[in-house]
């Protein structure tokens, strides 16, 4: 196992590690180590891209439909002047 420290953490950060420890009924180094295993878990990998994290999100909430817009014909390019 490697070790890890990190310093000049914010007085929040570590308030906020120590109480999610205590909930848990784990150390505040156990606590770390558990957000850790969670952050890097090979599920948390496999959505990596901002429209993935996107459509998860709207899919635990059942989803979202969105008017479709009319189509239209494209328009024709311009003529600068050239014969074909």
Known sequence: MTNLTIHNLDESLTNNLRIYAQQHGQTVEEGARQILRLAFSESS???????????????????VE????ARSLPRQPVNFGETN
């Open 45 to 63: 990998q496999r959505i990596s891209g901002l429209g993935s994290k996107i459509s998860k999100r709207f899919t635990e909430i059942g989803g």
């Open 66 to 69: 969105l008017p479709q817009p």
